[in-house]
């Protein structure tokens, strides 16, 4: 299966400030998706991309699919309280998509200091 | 639409016993997937199943399991449970035809003693 690499692994911001957060892999992707993860819950999923340089957004959040289809990228503007929790990148598991797993990156944790 | 929902939401079980989680996907959604969520190795996918067959596995070993019934609930089981197996068991369901996007529930948190 292939393997994603995000980073940052943590951010400490302040309240208004923006992120951005980005994801690799090492193959071809024609997927991906970002999903947040609040403590003891499910990842609800964010944003969805299906076509090399494709930007979409979804109110504050902005995500992109990089055009080597071999990274992402999600960015949240003017963070408020309630963004504070775990972001994940995933993908197919395997190149061929459709009926697969997904895989995903290890996280991306922010947190918002007051 | 009512979401995904797993069931229970919180199990203990002692080394060497036996597990069966449930999973109700979303209405109309055929396609059902199962994921370990840990500390160490993040979050790994166990199984695919689409119309009641399994599509897809991931490197887990024979004690996980899991079947899927014709009105596309699922349940996996974990036999002769280790304490490694405690984890955060995570279902998600798609409707099917070639969507990646997968939709989660809120998890069974499992706790081997």
């Known amino acids: 299966g292939q393997q994603l690499n995000q980073s940052p692994q943590s951010m400490f911001i302040q309240e208004g400030e923006d992120v951005s957060m980005n994801c690799t892999s090492s193959?071809?992707?024609?997927?991906w998706l970002w999903y947040k993860q609040d403590p003891g819950e499910g990842p609800v999923l964010l944003i969805a991309l299906y076509k090399a340089g494709e930007l979409t957004s979804n109110g504050r959040l902005t995500a992109q699919f990089g055009i080597t289809r071999k990274d992402s990228f999600l960015n949240i503007s003017a963070s408020i309280p309630s963004d504070v929790g775990i972001y994940f990148c995933a993908g197919p598991l395997y190149s061929g998509g459709g009926a697969d797993g997904l895989t995903f990156g290890k996280g991306t944790h922010l947190i918002i200091q007051p | 639409k009512a979401g995904v929902t797993q069931t229970p939401r919180y199990l203990i079980k002692t080394r060497g016993q036996q597990v069966t989680l449930s999973c109700s996907p979303i209405s109309g959604h055929r396609s059902v997937s199962w994921y370990q969520q840990t500390p160490g190795q993040g979050l790994q996918f166990l199984f695919e199943?689409?119309?009641?067959?399994?599509?897809n596995k991931g490197n887990f070993p024979g004690r996980f399991s899991g079947r899927q019934f014709s009105n596309s609930r699922s349940e996996m089981n974990v036999s002769t449970l280790e304490l490694g197996d405690s984890a955060l068991y995570l279902c998600?369901?798609?409707?099917?035809?070639?969507?990646?996007?997968?939709?989660f529930g809120q998890g069974t948190r499992l706790t081997v003693v």
């Open positions: 199943y689409f119309s009641e067959t399994q599509r």
């Open positions: 193959s071809i992707f024609n997927t």
């Open positions: 998600a369901s798609r409707p099917g035809g070639g969507l990646t996007e997968a939709f």
